[in-house]
T-cell receptor
């Protein structure tokens, strides 16, 4: 067990809808990272937060947004969902902002029908 | 920008034989290199890292990796493979000079260890 908790484990929704994925980092970790894993794109970095502030941005669509709350948990919001958004979304955490070791959650499997 | 290549989609090896999973990288500064493993229906797990020092790095579960600066490679190795090593392996790189920037993961290599 990595200590990173992601909910829900599975999410099935329809095109055009909006969903929220939740992540609780390991105790003491200040950084949260979001990744999207799909068969055709591999593991793509979306965004990083450190102690409540956005620290790095990757291939995140404008329809997607994230935030990290004062208790350090993070939420990834996906809106106007398309079929191509179906993927496994991982959250990872690390102690500092320049991570040398990431701890991954088990992921949220999103299916857009 | 940094990038990672894993030239083999799939590696098959017999149990008890040595295994190698290949990785090459490109960064503008000094590389921080990592290997992660993903078992079915699980998140990625850290195996080992190279930051500085000895070119041969030892990690979890008997795995090791060799850093070769001239060839920009960081191949993962294990002297004797186990069936339980079968999983998806990811190489990752981070540029040490890039504050706040994230890891870049390779496409992954599926390792199958045959009994």
């Amino acid at each position: 067990d990595s200590g990173v908790t992601q909910t829900p484990k599975h999410l099935i929704t329809a095109t055009g809808q909006r969903v929220t994925l939740r992540c609780s980092p390991r105790s003491g970790d200040l950084s949260v990272y979001w990744y999207q894993q799909s068969l055709d794109q591999g593991l793509q970095f979306l965004i990083q937060y450190y102690n409540g502030e956005e620290r790095a941005k990757g291939n995140i669509l404008e329809r997607f947004s994230a935030q990290q709350f004062p208790d350090l948990h993070s939420e990834l919001n996906l809106s106007s969902l398309e079929l191509g958004d179906s993927a496994l979304y991982f959250c990872a955490s690390s102690v500092g902002s320049r991570a040398e070791k990431l701890f991954f959650g088990s992921g949220t499997q999103l299916s857009v029908l | 920008a940094q990038s990672v290549a894993q030239p083999e989609d799939q590696v098959n090896v017999a149990e008890g034989n040595p295994l190698t999973v290949k990785c090459t990288y490109s960064v503008s500064g000094n590389p921080y290199l990592f290997w992660y493993v993903q078992y079915p229906n699980r998140g990625l797990q850290f195996l080992l890292k190279y930051i500085t020092g000895d070119n041969l790095v030892k990690g979890s579960y008997g795995f090791e990796a060799e850093f070769n600066k001239s060839q920009t490679s960081f191949h993962l190795k294990k002297p004797s493979a186990l069936v339980s090593d079968s999983a998806l392996y990811f190489c990752a790189v981070r540029d040490s000079d890039n504050y706040g920037q994230n890891f870049v993961f390779g496409p992954g290599t599926r390792l199958s260890v045959l009994p």
